[in-house]
């Protein structure tokens, strides 16, 4: 490790320059450090960094979203299933003691109810209206997009997954006692449900 003292002018390269994805070591050079020397004295730049790039692209696909951008709409109801925060630190660091409690992963159960608690207390009634509408307007031309992303999300496919031994075709047999009936024919029709 070397002497060396931050200085503004850095700390702002730090931020921008992994807020725009630049791999460590490059950004290390940029300063003229060595990576173990950026991370003790830029690791919060370098979060804040790309917490406001994450943060600016998540705002832009939301109001894209908004506007009834189909692709958008998928990207953040796909996103809102999944969250995943990546919990760390940058390499080269080293944590002393247990993980706080705000690191610790959470189960299936617990992302799950906090989806529910964020569309049902936070905007995300305001993107699902927003696709349901976009759904019910014949003249939209994400029209089918919506019905799918709205069906996907309410029926789970598997109410019509067929399981390996059943046939998708109805058999009917009518057999007799020794009998051979001769000049059967076959009916053809629409079969309805009664």
Same mark, same amino acid.
Request: proline letters at 4%.
């Given at each position: 490790?070397?002497?060396?003292?931050? *200085? /503004?002018?850095?700390?702002?390269?730090?931020?921008?320059?992994?807020?725009?994805?630049? /791999?460590?070591?490059?950004?290390?050079?940029?300063?003229?450090?060595?990576?173990?020397?950026?991370? $003790?004295?830029?690791?919060?730049?370098?979060? %804040?960094?790309q917490?406001?790039?994450?943060?600016?692209?998540?705002?832009?696909?939301?109001?894209?979203?908004?506007?009834?951008?189909?692709?958008s709409?998928? %990207?953040?109801?796909? *996103?809102?299933?999944? @969250?995943?925060?990546?919990?760390?630190?940058?390499?080269?660091?080293?944590?002393?003691?247990?993980? /706080?409690?705000?690191?610790?992963?959470?189960?299936?159960? $617990?992302?799950? *109810?906090?989806?529910?608690?964020?569309?049902?207390?936070?905007?995300? $009634?305001?993107?699902?209206?927003?696709a @349901?509408e @976009?759904?019910?307007?014949?003249?939209?031309?994400?029209?089918a997009?919506?019905?799918?992303?709205?069906?996907?999300?309410?029926?789970?496919?598997?109410?019509?997954?067929?399981?390996?031994?059943?046939?998708?075709?109805?058999? %009917?047999? %009518?057999?007799?006692?020794?009998?051979?009936?001769?000049?059967?024919?076959? @009916?053809?029709?629409?079969?309805?449900?009664v």
């Open positions: 490790m070397i002497d060396y003292t931050p *200085n /503004p002018d850095h700390r702002r390269l730090v931020e921008s320059t992994s807020g725009i994805g630049l /791999p460590y070591n490059e950004i290390a050079a940029l300063i003229n450090v060595d990576e173990e020397t950026l991370f $003790e004295h830029y690791r919060r730049e370098i979060e %804040i960094g917490a406001k790039a994450n943060g600016q692209i998540a705002k832009a696909i939301y109001n894209k979203a908004l506007d009834g951008d189909s692709a709409l998928k %990207i953040w109801s796909d *996103n809102q299933t999944k @969250i995943k925060r990546n919990v760390g630190r940058p390499l080269g660091t080293k944590m002393i003691g247990r993980p /706080p409690a705000a690191l610790v992963l959470k189960t299936d159960r $617990e992302k799950i *109810n906090e989806l529910k608690k964020m569309l049902l207390d936070g905007s995300g $009634e305001s993107v699902v209206t927003k @349901i @976009i759904a019910l307007n014949d003249n939209h031309p994400a029209q997009a919506m019905i799918k992303l709205c069906m996907d999300r309410t029926l789970p496919i598997s109410l019509f997954e067929k399981e390996r031994h059943q046939r998708s075709a109805v058999t %009917i047999n %009518i057999t007799g006692l020794g009998a051979v009936v001769e000049g059967a024919a076959t @009916i053809e029709g629409d079969v309805t449900d």
